[in-house]
């Protein structure tokens, strides 16, 4: 039989070529990478077809179809713990290849087409892992994707363009889900395993690299089959039981349907998008863009580029001190960013307290507004804030880039009292331009859910800190504006 397939094909000596090959520098752990993300894919890919027997992707639908899966149909919560963490799993193997490839000069000639194959990968992972965030239709998924849609959005020349291409409408809605739905499960796995393939092609071309030397790879004693082939399988099934550990001891949670008029919900990115959180934390709201689009653009450019704009030949470490330790700074960056980016979100989510004063230092402007009645306004105001609106707009004021406008430094919120009443008595709902930015979050109206006191008590707060310098407001000016 296998005699007959070979005649005809030529597939059985190829195979037999494949497995019985020498690996340069001998079989290795370090080579496992990239077959552990391939098994990554497939898993994806299985795990995803099974989902979609169930998912029905509409905002009528998506929740309630998610949740069937978790409580009706037999071992969904399983599978959709197991697609969760997948692309966790896989999105931190791919990173890992690629940190790998560039430490050992892997990029360089004749491999630069590898590589930047490798980073578009890189890429439409991350694609992948964003698309399907907003899927489930619950709290975080819909405030999640606003806020990265909106980023987007912010993008100049095709920002605009781009935005409305994802949201496919004025607000989020069942168009959203289904241009995500379609993103997800066609256009981006089809385009991975494309890249997957063209990917493997070249480099059945190019051969291994081997380890970081400038002499060419040895043939130690090492073949693909037995010994490489047992290393990925080992490293294959070891990220399979990282998923299914992880399925089992930490599900993925389904939070409350989707809710555009929930202001208290503090919406957290996926654990590989905090690094981009943390730059957007730390970036002035008047150079949002720069965090948002400029940084990760450039980081991008460079990345695809490395192999032109290092012109060193050698692939030894210790000879390419220069590469190594911006690599070392930008690991530490992407570190220290990421956990930053979480502690501004766990900072946002408390309920009370805070460490954002309402001035670092007492300051005339503060004893003016007590001695208009508005004293207890900030301290009461304060509280109410950190409680209400921190999640939105920020502890610090800033809002989020697209979504909620900043209030510090807001002509509008230390301009006319009334217009800033009106919109927090009655909300706001669709875009609106704050200082010649777009903006398209949605802001509740607190008429009956805080009294007229506690709104006076948020609006002169809001207007006297972050460096804003208004007049307190009362009462009865709430009263007025809310009859």
């Given at each position: 039989m296998l005699q007959w397939l070979e005649e005809r094909t030529g597939i059985v000596g190829q195979i037999n070529t494949f497995l019985t090959e020498d690996v340069p520098g001998g079989a290795s752990y370090w080579y496992v990478f990239g077959s552990a993300t391939l098994v990554a894919l497939v898993i994806q890919i299985v795990t995803g077809i099974f989902l979609t027997f169930y998912y029905a992707p509409s905002a009528a639908t998506a929740w309630e179809s998610t949740k069937f899966i978790y409580d009706k149909v037999n071992f969904g919560e399983f599978v959709i713990g197991v697609h969760y963490w997948g692309a966790s799993v896989m999105i931190a193997l791919v990173a890992l290849h690629l940190l790998q490839v560039l430490i050992w000069g892997a990029y360089k000639r004749p491999r630069e087409i590898m590589w930047?194959?490798?980073?578009?990968?890189?890429?439409?992972?991350?694609?992948?892992?964003?698309?399907?965030?907003?899927?489930?239709?619950?709290?975080?998924?819909?405030?999640?994707?606003?806020?990265?849609?909106?980023?987007?959005?912010?993008?100049?020349?095709?920002?605009?363009?781009?935005?409305?291409?994802?949201?496919?409408?004025?607000?989020?809605?069942?168009?959203?889900?289904?241009?995500?739905?379609?993103?997800?499960?066609?256009?981006?796995?089809?385009?991975?395993?494309?890249?997957?393939?063209?990917?493997?092609?070249?480099?059945?071309?190019?051969?291994?690299?081997?380890?970081?030397?400038?002499?060419?790879?040895?043939?130690?004693?090492?073949?693909?089959?037995?010994?490489?082939?047992?290393?990925?399988?080992?490293?294959?099934?070891?990220?399979?039981?990282?998923?299914?550990?992880?399925?089992?001891?930490?599900?993925?949670?389904?939070?409350?349907?989707?809710?555009?008029?929930?202001?208290?919900?503090?919406?957290?990115?996926a654990w590989y998008f905090l690094p981009l959180y943390g730059v957007l934390r730390l970036t002035p709201p008047s150079l949002e863009v720069v965090g948002t689009i400029v940084v990760p653009t450039l980081f991008l450019l460079v990345l695809l580029l490395l192999p032109w704009i290092d012109r060193n030949p050698s692939r030894v470490i210790s000879r390419r001190p220069a590469l190594m330790g911006i690599t070392v700074v930008l690991v530490l960056f992407i570190i220290g960013t990421g956990i930053y980016g979480q502690a501004a979100i766990n900072q946002a989510a408390v309920q009370s307290?805070?460490?954002?004063?309402?001035?670092?230092?007492?300051?005339?402007?503060?004893?003016?507004?007590?001695?208009?009645?508005?004293?207890?306004?900030?301290?009461?105001?304060?509280?109410?804030?950190?409680?209400?609106?921190?999640?939105?707009?920020?502890?610090?004021?800033?809002?989020?880039?697209?979504?909620?406008?900043?209030?510090?430094?807001?002509?509008?919120?230390?301009?006319?009292?009334?217009?800033?009443?009106?919109?927090?008595?009655?909300?706001?709902?669709?875009?609106?331009?704050?200082?010649?930015?777009?903006?398209?979050?949605?802001?509740?109206?607190?008429?009956?859910?805080?009294?007229?006191?506690?709104?006076?008590?948020?609006?002169?707060y809001i207007r006297n800190d972050w460096g804003n310098k208004a007049g307190a407001v009362t009462e009865a000016q709430v009263a007025a504006e809310a009859k």
């Open positions: 930047v194959v490798g980073v578009i990968l890189f890429l439409f992972t991350l694609v992948m892992g964003l698309t399907g965030y907003l899927l489930p239709w619950d709290l975080n998924a819909y405030f999640a994707s606003q806020v990265s849609i909106n980023i987007t959005g912010s993008a100049p020349v095709l920002g605009e363009w781009v935005k409305g291409f994802l949201q496919d409408g004025p607000s989020m809605g069942t168009l959203t889900i289904n241009r995500f739905f379609g993103i997800h499960v066609w256009l981006v796995p089809a385009l991975l395993v494309l890249l997957a393939v063209g990917h493997l092609t070249i480099f059945r071309h190019n051969g291994a690299a081997g380890p970081a030397d400038d002499k060419p790879p040895v043939r130690k004693p090492g073949r693909f089959w037995p010994n490489q082939l047992f290393m990925d399988t080992a490293v294959s099934v070891a990220a399979f039981a990282i998923m299914v550990i992880l399925a089992i001891a930490a599900p993925p949670e389904l939070l409350n349907k989707a809710d555009p008029n929930n202001s208290t919900f503090v919406p957290s990115p307290g805070g460490n954002v004063g309402i001035c670092a230092v007492a300051c005339s402007h503060e004893e003016k507004v007590a001695a208009t009645g508005g004293g207890t306004s900030l301290l009461a105001g304060k509280t109410i804030y950190l409680q209400k609106c921190a999640a939105c707009h920020n502890a610090s004021g800033a809002g989020i880039a697209g979504t909620f406008p900043p209030l510090a430094a807001n002509a509008f919120v230390t301009g006319d009292p009334k217009a800033v009443i009106d919109i927090v008595v009655n909300g706001k709902t669709g875009p609106l331009t704050v200082e010649g930015k777009p903006y398209n979050g949605a802001m509740p109206a607190w008429k009956g859910q805080l009294t007229n006191a506690q709104i006076a008590s948020i609006v002169t």
